[in-house]
């Protein structure tokens, strides 16, 4: 007798717990509504500038259409390199501490896979990127969450570290600037993280992407401080500070033996990115600079206007120092961040994301993206004071 059939038997243990992205599943609610305001999407809404994509045009015309080296080209290693040290100081030698990955979700995933075996533990902090909880499920790693808190302007503490570490623990994940909250952290208390790394012996992942997005205050990357280079895997990519999302050109950085790993996993999954992507991406290390600058400057006016029409409306939110989120709490309306997301969106057209979408500790919150233009912005304010009036939650 032939036996009961169902694809669904033959899904991993391990894959049928990981829930579906909460960005990407609330968004499926956006679809085909017309005269809807996104604050949703983390995305620039500037377009690649143009001497960037004319890189790419000009890389397809003289047919530069071929696989690269699995680290990526030597011409954009090297440029990378020298941006770091320029920027970040640091120092990394192009030949055998960077590989370029097709995006820093990539970077991230192979990793964790370089890292981790089963049951080792992983700390990150939370509200965070919705995929890093998952992600590390995916190596069989155990994925523990630190709580950052809005009175601390969502940064993480060493203290909060320190209490979470167990003799499981082996990576801690770092994420600053911060998506979703904008939380930045100081050089004094990343001090504190490093000497805790150090003691228990731990590895750092640290994402980076929103690096050159900082609006207030120094960026400090924990591998630039002293004794921490050799436990730290540095990742960055284009995508935000270039606004170049499509393209999907990340990199890792970090000791000769861990890149070498990270590269045998590379090979056999994405084994290089695009060139015409990795062309483009030569050419915004090496000339994006004002690029950068110039939308940092029109991301911090549209962050002083969300975050002060936010707070005049009653929805208390802290000033985001980096990224380009703002992370009002909507505990005042005693609905939850879901129940208000949705409300919000079906009455008066402004879609932004719950916050639970980033972890349990994002309950209460309401992700607002201000990478959209500042007249939107206004409307988008405007509604969301009306739909707080017509229910009678404003203050």
């Known amino acids: 007798m032939v036996p009961t059939f169902h694809a669904s038997d033959f899904i991993a243990n391990h894959v049928r717990g990981i829930p579906r992205s909460g960005i990407r599943d609330f968004f499926d609610l956006v679809?085909?509504?017309?005269?809807?305001?996104?604050?949703?999407?983390?995305?620039?809404?500037?377009?690649?500038?143009?001497?960037?994509?004319?890189?790419?045009?000009?890389?397809?015309e003289?047919?530069?259409?071929?696989?690269?080296?699995?680290l990526g080209l030597p011409k954009l290693r090297e440029g990378i390199s020298d941006y770091l040290a320029q920027y970040f100081k640091l120092s990394y030698n192009p030949k055998s501490e960077i590989i370029i990955c097709v995006g820093v979700s990539e970077a991230l995933d192979i990793a964790l896979r370089a890292l981790i075996n089963p049951g080792d533990e992983i700390l990150y902090h939370e509200p965070c990127y919705?995929?890093?909880s998952p992600s590390i499920t995916m190596v069989h790693g155990l994925a523990k969450p630190v709580p950052c808190v809005a009175s601390n302007g969502f940064a993480v503490t060493a203290d909060a570290i320190a209490q979470a570490i167990t003799p499981r623990t082996k990576v801690l994940v770092l994420n600053f600037p911060t998506n979703p909250t904008g939380g930045t952290m100081t050089r004094e208390e990343l001090r504190k993280i490093a000497n805790l790394v150090i003691q228990h012996n731990l590895m750092v992942i640290t994402d980076e992407v929103y690096a050159e997005l900082t609006f207030e205050g120094e960026h400090v990357s924990i591998a630039?401080?002293?004794?921490?280079?050799?436990?730290?895997?540095f990742l960055h990519g284009f995508s935000k500070a270039f606004a170049m999302t499509g393209f999907?050109?990340?990199?890792?950085?970090?000791?000769?033996?861990?890149?070498?790993?990270?590269?045998?996993?590379?090979?056999?999954?994405?084994?290089?990115?695009?060139?015409?992507?990795?062309?483009?991406?030569?050419?915004?290390?090496?000339?994006?600079?004002?690029?950068?600058?110039?939308?940092?400057?029109?991301?911090?006016a549209r962050r002083n206007f969300i975050v002060g029409a936010l707070n005049s409306m009653g929805l208390s939110c802290?000033?985001?120092?980096?990224?380009?989120?703002?992370?009002?709490?909507?505990?005042?309306?005693?609905?939850?961040?879901?129940?208000?997301?949705?409300?919000?969106?079906?009455?008066?057209?402004?879609a932004c994301v719950p916050g639970s979408a980033f972890g349990t500790h994002g309950e209460g919150y309401l992700?607002?993206?201000?990478a959209t233009s500042l007249e939107k912005l206004e409307i988008a304010a405007e509604r969301m004071a009306h739909f707080l009036k017509d229910r009678g939650l404003a203050r």
């Open 130 to 132: 919705v995929s890093y």
């Open 62 to 70: 003289k047919g530069r259409t071929s696989y690269t080296s699995n």
């Open 248 to 300: 999907r050109v990340g990199y890792a950085c970090g000791p000769s033996e861990i890149i070498e790993a990270m590269m045998r996993i590379h090979q056999y999954s994405m084994l290089c990115a695009s060139i015409i992507s990795q062309e483009a991406a030569i050419e915004a290390i090496r000339h994006g600079r004002a690029d950068t600058l110039e939308m940092c400057d029109q991301y911090r």
């Open 318 to 350: 802290h000033s985001p120092r980096g990224s380009f989120y703002a992370f009002p709490s909507i505990q005042s309306t005693g609905m939850t961040s879901k129940e208000f997301a949705v409300s919000l969106l079906e009455h008066s057209q402004v």
């Open 224 to 233: 630039a401080l002293p004794n921490m280079r050799e436990r730290v895997i």
């Open 31 to 60: 679809q085909g509504r017309s005269d809807v305001i996104s604050l949703g999407v983390g995305e620039p809404d500037f377009v690649t500038p143009w001497h960037i994509r004319e890189a790419a045009i000009y890389a397809l």
């Open 367 to 370: 992700r607002c993206c201000f």
